[in-house]
C-alpha cells in the first residue's frame, strides 16, 4: 500500500522540480512583460490623460527596484530604458500641466 | 643693414602674433569621417586601441532609435560604459554583432566575442578596435554610398532624401530587443523665430525627426524646454547643445544653414 502511494508521490515532486528547473525564473519575465507594456505607450503619451500619465509613472518608479536586482548588463541597459520612458512620461505631463495653467 | 634687421623684427612679430593666437581652425572633416566616434571607456585599460563607430553605415541601416532607445547607446560620446562582457553577453554592440543577427542574410560579425578562440590572424577585434590602425574596413564608403542623393556637407549624402526615395531603409525592430509600439502619431511642424532680425525662420518638422527618433530620443533629455518657454541661442547649438546634439556630429552640420532657417524673412 504504501509502496503505490510512494510512487506518484515521488513521480509528482520529479515533474515538479524538472518544470522548476526549466522554466524561466517566473519573476525575470514578469519585470520584461512589465517594461515592454510601460515603455510601448511613449509614443502616444501625448495622447494620454494626466491621470494615465501620473500611473505610467508611479509603475515605472514600482519597476525599477526589480531591475536593479538584475545582472550588471541588463541592469545598466533596462535602468536607462526605464529612466527615459518615465522621464517622456514625466515631461508630458509637466507641459500638460502647464497648457491648463 | 637696417633693412634686414627690420625685415627680421617684422618677422618675429607676426610669427609671435600667430602663435599666441588661442584658437585652433577646426579642420572639417571628409565625408566618410563625418560621424566617426571614438568609444574609449575601458580599451586602454586593456592595451586595445579605442573603438571607432561609423555612423554612416550604421544609419544607413538602422534608424536612430533603434541604437540610442532600444540598444541603450547614450547620445554622449563615452556616456554609456560599454564594456567588452557587455556586448559579449548580447547587449549593446552584442544586440546586433553576435555572430547570429543577420542583416543581407550575412550573419553579423561577433562583438568581442571569446568563442571561437580569439583568432589573432583574422584581425577580429580589429574591426572596432581601430583607432590608429590601418584596418582595412568591411565596406568602403565611396561604393557604399555612390547611388545615395548627394548633399553638400557632413557625409555628402542626403539621407533624408535617400530614405524618402527608398534606397535605405533603416530597421527599427530588432525581435528580443526592441518594444513593438503603436505607430507614431505624428506631430504638427512649428515655426521657431530666430532670435536675429533678418534671419529666415526656421521650421521645426517633427515628422522628419520621428521617422527615425521617436519621441525619448529627445524628449527630455535634449530638449527639456516647452515651446516659447526657453530662449536657445546659435552659440548653444554649436556648442553642442539642443539642436547641436545630433547636428554637427551625425546628422547634417549647422553650416547648412538653409536646412534649418527655410521660412522667407518677414
Known sequence: ?101 | MKRLVFISCLVLVCAAVVMAETGVKKRRPLPHEYGKVVMDNYSGQTRMAPVVFDHWLHRARFTCRLCHVDIGFAMKVNGTGVRASDNEKGYYCGSCHNGKYKYDNKPVFSACSLLPVYDESKHTCERCHSQGKAVKKGYDFSSFTSGLPRERFGNGIDWETAEKEKLIIPIDYIEGISIKRKALEVRKDFSITPNVKGMPEIVFSHEKHTVWNGCEVCHPEIFMVKKGQVKYTMVEVFEGQYCGVCHGKAAFPMIDCQRCHTQPVK
Open chain 1, 1 to 101: 500500500m504504501r509502496r503505490t502511494l510512494l510512487l506518484p508521490v515521488v513521480c509528482a515532486l520529479v515533474l515538479t522540480a524538472f518544470s522548476a528547473a526549466t522554466a524561466a525564473p517566473p519573476s525575470q519575465e514578469a519585470w520584461r512583460a512589465e517594461f515592454d507594456d510601460l515603455c510601448s505607450k511613449t509614443d502616444d503619451a501625448t495622447s494620454l490623460s494626466k491621470e494615465e500619465l501620473k500611473a505610467l509613472i508611479e509603475r515605472c518608479d514600482r519597476l525599477k527596484p526589480e531591475i536593479e536586482k538584475l545582472d550588471e548588463s541588463p541592469r545598466k541597459l533596462y535602468s536607462k530604458r526605464l529612466q527615459m520612458c518615465r522621464d517622456l512620461f514625466a515631461y508630458v505631463l509637466e507641459t500638460k500641466e502647464q497648457e491648463e495653467k
